[in-house]
T-cell receptor
Framework: AQKVTQAQTEISVVEKEDVTLDCVYE???????LFWYKQPPSGELVFLIR??????QNEISGRYSWNFQKSTSSFNFTITASQVVDSAVYFC?????????????FGQGTTLQVKP | DSGVTQTPKHLITATGQRVTLRCSPR?????VYWYQQSLDQGLQFLIQ???????AKGNILERFSAQQFPDLHSELNLSSLELGDSALYFC??????????????FGPGTRLTVL
């Protein structure tokens, strides 16, 4: 069965520290897609990244980077030099290619608090 | 701003009542998805519509129904409301969402409180 696990419920760091949010997924599909979304205190869900199962290249976008490892079924997210504005709940999500729809299966989320 | 709009932003109602949540997708998007976010269940997929047709169903209660209209906006109807239906309801849209997995962009959500 498909599943996304974000084992870290809450993380607290001091500004400028680096922080990694873990995401482990389970799927039997060979074609699947992984996503990260950010939910700031205002409540909306903001798309950060989409990665398909055939592309294991790591990606960097400014202070954000993502490490996708199929061997360990992980898609971890690192924020470098964290800032107070990074404080939010971060969700990892999975969409299976065999479902033929785009429905997302979300992890439970990791609450990140960045203190000044 | 994702381009997805949801109304109302907040809704407070009583048990047993019926409410309608409305969503307008981004311009050009054909698929609309509804998700429920609650403290105990997390973010759960409810239902997807593609170009007016139901495409996929998740953990949606029989008391809940949805539809997508010819102008592609969607409504989620919740009836016989219970305290446990209190949650944040998100609508998302994507260009296609069927046959391929494209990115879903989420609206700001409707916070439903059932008293």
């Amino acid at each position: 069965a498909q599943k996304v696990t974000q084992a870290q419920t809450e993380i607290s760091v001091v500004e400028k520290e680096d922080v990694t949010l873990d995401c482990v997924y389970e799927t039997r599909d060979t074609t699947y897609y992984l996503f990260w979304y950010k939910q700031p205190p205002s409540g909306e869900l903001v798309f950060l990244i989409r990665r398909n199962s055939f592309d294991e290249q790591n990606e960097i976008s400014g202070r954000y980077s993502w490490n996708f490892q199929k061997s360990t079924s992980s898609f971890n997210f690192t924020i470098t030099a964290s800032q107070v504005v990074d404080s939010a709940v971060y969700f990892c999500a999975l969409s299976e290619g065999s479902s033929n729809t785009g429905k997302l299966i979300f992890g439970q989320g990791t609450t990140l608090q960045v203190k000044p | 701003d994702s381009g997805v709009t949801q109304t109302p932003k907040h809704l407070i109602t009583a048990t047993g009542q019926r409410v309608t949540l409305r969503c307008s997708p981004r311009s050009g998007d054909l698929s609309v998805y509804w998700y429920q976010q609650s403290l105990d269940q997390g973010l759960q997929f409810l239902i997807q519509y593609y170009n007016g047709e139901e495409r996929a169903k998740g953990n949606i209660l029989e008391r809940f129904s949805a539809q997508q209209f010819p102008d592609l906006h969607s409504e989620l109807n919740l009836s016989s409301l219970e305290l446990g239906d209190s949650a944040l309801y998100f609508c998302a849209s994507s260009v296609v969402g069927t046959g391929i997995t494209d990115t879903q962009y989420f609206g700001p959500g409707t916070r439903l409180t059932v008293l």
